[in-house]
């Protein structure tokens, strides 16, 4: 097993500092780490380098726990740089928050500080373009884009709503239906959960979305035109139930899950779970994890690199998908 296991996870360079709920970006050969809680700083982690440079900070006022941040693709005009939006983190009550920044490779060195200075930096949005009212709880939010134009941004978060986001003016959609979340027996609500789009033969179906969390499982069809929800119930493997606050990544219409915490009995796993999109099936996978984890964060890059607290660790299952 211990051969196996060496196979499988390969521990990567400590990250340099601590992070709890991160967020992370995939950008060619760069895994982007923004922030987390208690921690506003931001760095770049070189894949190839196996090093880490820092990018930037958010604000000193910008205070968040299980923010969400996504790659702004209608704006998208150059490849060598990326739009992202960085919302939620706050609970009910509390001011929101929402950033862009527009990022460029900080690995790359450049003779012209002016080209850059407009690059690399998180910009504040003023309260007309905030995501999020004051009543809302967008702790441990999760948001993905989609619409026939990749043009809408979908958020799901506690207790139980959905929302649609105009990202062209970023306004909410109004006149929406059935935005309300059907959820399980569970205490915490929908909150820290796995939210991702269907896929079908590795191709993306709009406006289709798979949602887990604790005792919930929900397929999430979207009619862009009426403007309305249509839910299907999903399968929850028996072992998840109560769990949330797990990282997860999409590979070949498989789900896979990593780690989480049970908020009804306080547990943490090590633990690994697929799911099949095609079947709706679970399978516990057969590896396990080097610790228990939660709050982490996983990305796909020709393997999966999960990140948690101080630590990365690359797990090898593309080669194997169907069979790990």
Known sequence: MSTQL??????????????????????????????????????????????????????????????CIVQLIHSQTNSNEIHLLSFGGQNKNKI???????????????????????????????????????????????????????????????????????????????GIKDNIIPKGNHILGISYHCFVPLTMNNEKLINHFILFCQNTGLLIKYDEQNKTFHYEKLPIYPALNGFAFYSFVCLYD??????????????????MYKYSMKEKTWNECKFILPMEIDESF???????????????????????????
């Open 254 to 271: 498989f789900i896979f899950l990593f780690g989480g915490y049970n908020g009804n009995t306080s547990q943490r796993t090590k633990n």
């Open 6 to 67: 060496n196979n499988i996870f390969q521990t990567l360079p400590e990250l340099p500092k601590p992070f709890t709920t991160p967020q992370c970006i995939l950008f060619k050969d760069e895994l982007l780490v923004c922030g987390g809680y208690q921690l506003n700083d931001c760095y770049s982690y070189h894949t190839l380098k196996k090093q880490y440079k820092y990018i930037c900070s958010y604000p000193n006022d910008a205070k968040f726990n299980g923010h």
């Open 96 to 174: 929101k928050q929402t950033f862009s920044m527009k990022y460029k490779n900080v690995w790359e060195s450049s003779d012209s500080k002016s080209e850059y200075q407009s690059f690399n930096t998180w910009i504040k949005h003023n309260q007309d373009t905030n995501i999020g009212k004051l009543e809302d709880d967008l702790e441990g939010v999760r948001g993905l884009i989609g619409g026939m134009n990749n043009d809408l941004l979908f958020i799901t978060h506690f207790p139980k709503k959905i929302e649609v986001i105009d990202l062209k003016t970023m306004k909410p959609l109004t």
């Open 298 to 324: 996983a990305i796909l890059k020709n393997a999966c690199d999960c990140k948690c607290r101080s630590t990365i660790w690359k797990i090898r299952i593309i080669e194997n998908a169907k069979d790990i």
